[in-house]
């Protein structure tokens, strides 16, 4: 009697929590109960492009990852509110012959190279930067640059 009546509440108590999981997780991803955007810090201490990246995934998440317009403008947001007017490393490496992301080595998708940038001949391993008019370039991966690091994708997938 009493065992069943106690299995009984375990199971329900169970189930409203996983209700309750996939309705938060419902209303998170709506954003409207919470800003789900990404969001990216501007480290201006000059570093090669694989020290950025080992900086930012010690202290950040990793280097930025640009993958539409919005988080284009959100970095030439925080480039603007540091005064800063140069290039900038980001997440992008040349993975033989294929441009792609430090962040779980995504696939380049989205791209807004400077005139010609792409296709700038490579004798060394190339990596991205980023202008803060929010164009891209390419250059060795060992020259010293600033670097934008990326914080997001922190809770339940969502940044």
């Not at 929590?17 to 800003?35: C, M, R």
Request: hydrophobic share 40%.
């Amino acid at each position: 009697g009493d065992r069943i009546v106690c299995v009984s509440l375990v199971l329900i108590i169970i189930i409203i929590i996983f209700l309750a999981a996939v309705y938060l997780n419902a209303v998170l991803s709506t954003g409207l109960f919470l800003k789900t955007s990404c969001y990216f810090v501007l480290i201006q201490e000059p570093k090669t492009w694989t020290e950025a990246q080992s900086y930012c995934k010690q202290y950040h998440w990793d280097l930025a990852t640009i993958q539409s317009d919005e988080d284009r403008y959100k970095i030439q947001e925080v480039a603007a509110a540091a005064k800063f007017q140069n290039r900038a490393w980001m997440g992008l490496y040349d993975g033989l012959f294929v441009w792609r992301w430090s962040y779980q080595d995504q696939n380049l998708d989205y791209s807004n190279w400077a005139s010609l940038e792409e296709t700038t001949s490579r004798t060394q391993r190339m990596c991205g930067l980023i202008r803060n008019t929010g164009k891209w370039h390419v250059a060795s991966c060992e020259e010293q640059k600033p670097f934008f690091c990326y914080k997001g994708k922190i809770f339940m997938g969502l940044c």
